[in-house]
Nanobody, 115 residues
Framework: QVQLVESGGGLVQPGGSLRLSCAAS????????MGWHRQAPGKERELVAR???????NYADSVKGRFTISRDNAKNAVILQMDSLKPEDTAVYFC?????????WGKGTLVTVSS
């Protein structure tokens, strides 16, 4: 059984920063692509950033230059560093990890950007 634990969400002022983390635990034989998605109120879930097994990354246009995705294979974790946050970044953020060829999703962590 694999479990994902997300952390790092919260309330931040515009221009501020937050760091989201998603760590997997359980029997992990292979850890491949990882990603972060978000869903704002009344909107569909969208991809924010992905990182491949070998570290190549891609980002949504709306977060390029402000967000950075990274992976910590030793901790079975994916991190999303979010800088220069804007009110439109407010959403529930979900991680997804491919573990043992199965796609696992976190339960989500709320990020609110407001003054």
């Amino acid at each position: 059984q694999v479990q994902l634990v997300e952390s790092g969400g919260g309330l931040v002022q515009p221009g501020g920063s937050l760091r989201l983390s998603c760590a997997a635990s359980g029997i992990i034989r292979s850890l491949n692509a990882m990603g972060w998605h978000r869903q704002a109120p009344g909107k569909e879930r969208e991809l924010v950033a992905r990182i491949s097994t070998f570290g190549s990354t891609n980002y949504a246009d709306s977060v390029k230059g402000r967000f950075t995705i990274s992976r910590d294979n030793a901790k079975n974790a994916v991190i999303l560093q979010m800088d220069s946050l804007k009110p439109e970044d407010t959403a529930v953020y979900f991680c997804d990890l491919w573990i043992n060829n199965i796609n696992y999703w976190g339960k989500g962590t709320l990020v609110t950007v407001s003054s």
